[in-house]
């Protein structure tokens, strides 16, 4: 099903094919690219809250040192009760105290505008609500430390100096926490992003895959749709243009290209036709050519053999006449010997007129010259012939027609187109079964005047129909005939400028002859003419 869709639609299915291919490619380089982003941020913000835990771990280490301090110099000094009379190291330390402890809440707050500060990493080691948990439970601890931080006599106060130690022990531990929520998140870490990786990387190679199978059916399609069919048509073209021009494109791809391949087969088909038709018109006008110069040949034979032997049959149809004169003036008794002798000299003088007509015939199929001609109705000529005809005893059974229904005028020879006439329609005649039929159809074509003579007799085989215009060569029906007619009328037809031809089916399916002879300007004017004259009458 997919071989029939159009070009332009398999090129989408190719193109298609290549943008999943790349896609997939795409998506699994990049899916591996961000996932590594998102670890990386995750890992360099997770990281850079080390510092500051151990910032905030540090300044509540000097919270505990300072304490520490401040209850040396209580131990090692005079009791007082008062604070006009606190020594001057105690106050000291206590300022120290307090600005500490301010550097504890501010490390504490960045601590805590880091956590808020939100990244797109692994969700796996963003989580930080443990670590926003100690961060409140610090908190907390510092408001109960800053709130007796408040008071100016604290340090006075055995009982809060010893509370506020326990405080910052908590406050230490509390501290100490933060960075051990990440690194227990990091302990797990690198089983699950080995776990991934592997993943990772078996993902890239079943889309690598995937893609090189898609690309594979990719190829093959663009083979089959495409390739192969262009070196079809490619090698198709080849064979034809080296000659070979039965050969024709076979496609089944029933689309653009197989469009192309019916084309070519098509366009080869018509110069084959054209071609098959050149190479007969021109086998024909060779025959015809070979023709003519046969009877030209034969024409110039028959000339120099006719004039050689005109002379003895005039001597021997004279001597045979003197003979025959001088038996019946002699005055001895006619008997039996006297009448056969009588009888073959009469049959010496027939057969010597016939010899001499049949030379008059071979002068006149061999006559070159000039001849007069004169514009002549061939409609009127045609049908004096045909009346002429219909008049012999043995065709009077057998039917003529005669159809034309314009007048033709041409300027030709009138007897010896009449001549013409006369040895086709004595042909077809003779051709006929009792009571057969002859049509003779006559009309005007353009410039030319065409006569064809059609009859329904004993037809002709195609090796007949090679030789038929051939000097002496004759099937008529029982042998008759000199085999002059048709020759005859070939060499007259072509001094007209005109063409014969003859055509048949096949034995018993009758024959037709059409003979074509040219109008000039001035004839078909004439002709038209003559029609107005007739109609006005």
Known sequence: MLTKWPIRKKLLVGISLLVLVVAILAGSGLMATYSYRDLVNGLSWRVSELPVAAELSWHVGDLRITLSKLRGLRASTYAYTHADSVPIGVRMCRDQFRQQLSDVKETLARYREQLEHKQQADKRISDVERERETAR?????????????????????????????VELEKLQSLTAELPSHLHG???????????????????AWAATIMAGLLFTVFMQLFYKWIFLPLRILVAGSRRVAAG??????????????????????????????????????????????VRAEQMASVGFLAAGVAHEINNPLASIAICAESLETRMRDLPAPKNEQHSVVANYLRMIQTEAFRCKEITEKL????????????NTDLGELIQGVIDMVSHIGKYQRKRIEFSHKQTVIASVSAQEIKQVVLNLLTNALDSLDAEGSVR???????????????????????????????????????????????????RIV????????GYSAGAEKGATFRVRLPLNQSQQQLRKEISHRRQAA
Not at 145 to 163: I, P
Not at 363 to 374: E, K, M, N, Y
Request: proline share 2%.
């Open 363 to 374: 002068l006149d199929f061999s006559r070159i010259g000039p001849v007069q001609r004169q």
């Open 494 to 501: 072509s001094d007209h400028g005109g063409t014969i031809e």
């Open 137 to 165: 439970k610090i908190e907390a601890a510092l408001v109960r430390v800053d709130e007796a931080n408040c008071d100016e006599d604290w340090m006075l106060d055995d009982v809060k100096v010893g509370w506020l130690d």
């Open 244 to 289: 070979n021009f039965d050969y024709r494109i076979h496609l089944t791809t029933n689309d653009e290209m197989s469009e192309l391949a019916e084309a070519m087969n098509d366009m080869t088909a018509r110069f084959q036709a054209i071609r098959d038709d050149l190479d007969r018109q021109v086998q024909e006008r060779t025959k015809q050519v």
């Open 440 to 490: 003779v159809e006559l009309a005007a074509r353009g410039n030319i005047a065409e006569m064809t003579v059609i009859d329904n007799g004993c037809g002709m085989e195609p090796e007949v129909l090679k030789h038929i215009f051939e000097p002496f060569f004759t099937r008529r029906r029982g042998g008759q005939g000199t085999g002059l007619g048709l020759s005859i009328s070939y």
């Open 185 to 203: 998140k990091l302990a797990g870490f690198a089983d699950e992003v080995r776990g991934q990786y592997r993943m990772l990387i078996f993902g």
